[in-house]
């Protein structure tokens, strides 16, 4: 497909290119995290579509538009992997894009589910509303494991809680207990965060999830397969990695502040503008 920014070069196998990682917001913030445990030679180009989030309440056309208009971009900044380190642009986007780009991507959901579907049983998983409603995930891990039971939850107001730094209110941890109370009904012995920026609520969930419950965060499989493919491309980083480029569409400051919290220095952001096109 046609790059709308500056003309793309072609793709190159190069491996001191950087790997793309992007997300509405902070979520993805999960994704990089695992980068700088699993890949700590690779250089990453961060990109939050802040002026947009959330996704997770946008329609199906939107999420597509939002994601190829995200890889356009990252192209012609010559990224050598891509990562959709949101799980409604995984859920309602990827398998459409996958094949539009000369380049790798890959998805959290699928690595997510097989990871949860390897360790429970009884599998909760919550997510936005747009990731529920594809039932990326329930089908996923039915696919990975006939026998399994799962359950699903919409919870809309995290994302907007965890964007606006609201963790630390009580009201955030009344929404959670409402959200989860019906797994915790169901006996889950299992609970995928099917949104990236969910991992950010650990702290809230733990006061009330029985430790007999364990939480799946797809980042941690999502890098893993990332690692492996990079290996099989030859296109893995032996060299020092360069400090995290942190791109948002909305204001930079603002990421700045919230982002610090699960980063290991003060990130140094950049806006960039993407044109807005209207969407049916
Ligand atoms: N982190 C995104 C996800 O995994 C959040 C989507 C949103 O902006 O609602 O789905």
Redesign the pocket.
């Known amino acids: 497909m046609q790059n709308r920014f500056t003309p793309a070069p072609p793709f190159q196998s190069d491996k001191v290119h950087k790997i793309g990682v992007f ?6 913030l999960t994704v990089l995290q695992e980068i700088y445990r699993q890949l700590p030679h690779e250089s990453v180009l961060y990109f939050g ?1 802040t002026a ?7 329609s199906a056309a939107e999420i597509l538009h939002f994601t190829r208009q995200t890889l356009d971009w990252m192209v012609s900044q010559r990224v050598k992997m891509a990562i959709v ?7 309602l986007a990827l398998d459409t894009v996958r094949n539009e780009y000369d380049l790798p991507i890959l998805g ?1 959901v699928l690595p997510g589910a097989r990871a949860a579907a390897r360790l429970g049983r009884r599998i909760g998983v919550i ?2 509303p ?2 529920v409603n594809s039932n990326a995930y329930l089908r996923a891990i039915e696919e990975a494991n006939p026998l399994a039971q799962v359950w699903q939850v919409a919870c ?1 107001e995290f ?2 809680l965890i ?1 606006t730094n609201r963790l630390a209110e009580p009201y955030t941890l009344a929404i959670a207990k409402a959200y989860l109370q019906p797994l915790l009904d169901r006996s889950v012995d299992t609970i995928v965060y ?5 991992p950010h609520l650990e702290p809230i969930l733990r006061q009330f999830v029985p430790m007999s419950v364990q939480f799946v965060n797809p980042a941690i499989a999502v890098v893993a397969a990332a690692a492996r493919e990079l290996n099989l491309l030859g296109l893995q980083s032996h060299l020092l990695a360069q400090p995290t480029t942190f791109v948002v569409s909305g204001n930079p400051a603002q990421f700045a502040q919230l982002a610090t919290q699960w980063l290991p220095t003060q990130p140094s952001v950049q806006q960039i503008i993407l044109p807005t096109v209207p969407v049916s």
């Open positions: 997300d509405s917001g902070v979520g993805g579509d947009r989030v959330p996704y997770g309440t946008r380190a949101c799980n409604t642009s995984s859920a959290v997510a936005t747009a990731t809309p994302v907007p964007e099917g949104c990236t920026h969910y």
